[in-house]
């Protein structure tokens, strides 16, 4: 079985044997298993979904409680982005963010699904 990385990916790899996300380069396994029931997940490159479950390609938890759900802010930036010596703050007050303010779950997973091939 795959394992629950911290990022929210499955793992999709491994670093010297043991579970890794190339994706986010995230080495930490997650201590929970989130609950996939009556969830979504779409390809991020054609849109297909199909019922989430951590055996999907490059799979991303986005429910209630994920990486993604509690450090992106509704406007589309990341948490880091909205600190005061990151640069890209300057963009965020053009954008009139007035703060971060968590997304919270998104209503799909996210996953690959092979439109693209696979090399």
């Known amino acids: 079985m795959h394992e629950m ?26 201590d929970f298993w989130p609950d996939l029931t009556g969830r979504q997940a779409k390809c991020h ?7 989430s479950a951590f055996t999907l390609a490059f799979f991303e938890y986005r429910g209630e409680g994920s990486e993604r759900a509690t450090k992106m802010c509704k406007c589309g930036y990341s948490l880091a982005a909205h600190s005061p010596f990151n640069r890209i703050n300057a963009i965020l007050k053009e954008d009139k963010c007035s703060g971060f303010e968590a997304h919270g779950a998104y209503e799909f997973d996210s996953y690959y699904c092979g439109c693209r091939g696979w090399d």
């Open 5 to 30: 990385m911290t990022c929210g990916h499955t793992a999709n790899a491994t670093c010297e044997g043991k579970p890794a996300c190339v994706i986010c380069s995230c080495f930490e396994v997650a």
């Open 45 to 51: 490159d054609c849109g297909k979904t199909v019922p």
